[in-house]
């Protein structure tokens, strides 16, 4: 089992940054290979892919933040951050990381099907106009 904790939101300005982490407890077998990946939510719509980054350090991001939000981990303190620059009002959600095995199914493919099994319980991310 894993444990996913979330951190690094809040409140920014439009045309701000803010960066997430989302650490990583639990087994944690030396030899795993691990797909995680930010998923976000705003209030009455439907949860969204963001980026997602497999065992081998492949990315892949929504077309709404491309350019802007870059997805990166830290395998030695097992946490995954996500750098949002250029933040815009509409970016405006609870963001959630995740985690699973690498099962080779691609990051695209992870990012639009958010096939992950394991959740952190999210961090509030809030851009002002």
């Known amino acids: 089992q894993l444990q996913l904790v979330e951190s690094g939101g809040g409140s920014a300005q439009a045309g701000g940054s803010l960066r997430l982490s989302c650490g990583v407890s639990?087994?944690?077998?030396?030899?795993?290979?691990?797909?995680m990946g930010w998923f976000r939510q705003a209030p009455g719509k439907e949860r969204e892919g963001v980026a997602v980054?497999?065992?081998?350090?492949?990315?892949s991001y929504a077309d709404s933040v491309e350019g802007r939000f870059t997805i990166s981990k830290d395998n030695a303190n097992n946490t995954l951050y996500l750098q949002m620059n250029g933040l815009k009002p509409e970016d405006t959600a609870m963001y959630y990381c995740?985690?699973?095995?690498?099962?080779?199914?691609?990051?695209?493919?992870?990012?639009?099907?958010?096939?992950?099994?394991?959740w952190g319980q999210g961090t509030q991310v809030t851009v002002s106009s």
């Open positions: 995740a985690a699973d095995a690498d099962y080779g199914l691609g990051t695209r493919f992870l990012l639009v099907k958010s096939t992950f099994g394991y």
């Open positions: 639990g087994y944690i077998h030396r030899n795993s290979r691990y797909c």
């Open positions: 980054i497999d065992s081998e350090g492949s990315t």
